[in-house]
């Protein structure tokens, strides 16, 4: 069995429009270990919705393997699928309006009133503390840099040159002012609740 929560190999997809036939992923190849938080950048038309709804198992691949927790999802039937999604996955939407039906996640949902950055740390406590495996489709860099691995697409495949975020480096409480506790983001010079020259 694979090691690998998310296991893609050799992954293409392909719509058909007016008989013309558009490769939205092709020989796409992803593995994320458990826990792992992974950012997902790329143009528009490079294939990330594609890319999120088969790692979500809402839809399937034309042709490849996609293992999921060592479940082969491209072998089950599309009836099985809302069962998988239900025990296995969570879905944030980029308005945070939708809760999902996992507990650590509504808490995450649960903070609409939070900014986009304050969710994306959030989520990256989830990964570090829980062990939530996180993928994450932004086009903010500052984002993407909180992950572990930031990974680029272009044309339905990831580009080479994926690049270290700071979660690889850095615990999350970096993120934590060392005086007060409170809730920092990596660039601030002071703390906004205590007042702690941080830089
Ligand atoms: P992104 O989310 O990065 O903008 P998409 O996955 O939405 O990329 O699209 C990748 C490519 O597949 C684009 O060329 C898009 O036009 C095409 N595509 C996506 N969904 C469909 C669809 N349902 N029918 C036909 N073409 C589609
Ligand atoms: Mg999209």
Known sequence: MSNYILDAKDLTKTYEENEKKIAALSQFNLQVAKGKFVSIMGPSGSGKTTLLNILGCLDKPTSGQFMLDGLDITKMKEEELPKIRAEKVGFIFQKFNLIPTLT???????????????????????????????????????????????????????????????????????????????????????????GTKLK
Do not use: W
């Not at 086009?139 to 697409?153: N, T």
């Open 104 to 194: 650590a996640l509504e808490n995450v949902a649960r903070a609409r009133a939070k900014t986009g950055l304050e969710i994306v740390k959030l989520l990256g406590k989830l990964s570090f503390e829980e062990q939530r495996t996180i993928i994450l489709v932004t086009h903010d860099k500052k984002m993407a840099s909180l992950s572990h691995q930031m990974m680029f697409l272009k044309d339905g495949k990831l580009l080479k040159g994926e690049k270290k975020g700071t979660l690889e480096t850095e615990h999350m409480d970096e993120f934590t002012c060392p005086k007060c506790g409170g809730d920092i983001s990596p660039d601030f010079v002071l703390c906004p609740y205590c």
